[in-house]
């Protein structure tokens, strides 16, 4: 799923954008990007699960989901 964040008077995306798209990959299931713009040129991608770490934040997601606590 692409999202199309339009910046207003400069502002960028606050902290809680990661905590918000991984919310959004487990309610549709399907990885999320992000792209923000400002003035019709790319300055931000954001992804969910971050690129490299697909497998072990799937896992984690699915432990979770499953009521599996880790010790580490």
Do not use: C, K
């Not at 799923?1 to 990959?25: A, E, F, K, N």
């Not at 954001?46 to 799937?58: K, M, N, T």
Request: charged share 20%.
């Amino acid at each position: 799923m692409t999202l199309h964040h339009v910046q207003d008077s400069r502002r960028p995306l606050g902290r809680s954008v990661y905590p918000v798209i991984r919310h959004l990959q487990q309610l549709w299931g399907f990885p999320v990007h992000l792209v923000s713009l400002e003035e019709g040129r790319v300055t931000r991608r954001f992804h969910w699960p971050i690129e490299g770490r697909q497998g072990a934040i799937l896992n984690a997601t699915t432990r979770a989901m499953r009521g599996v606590v880790s010790n580490s």
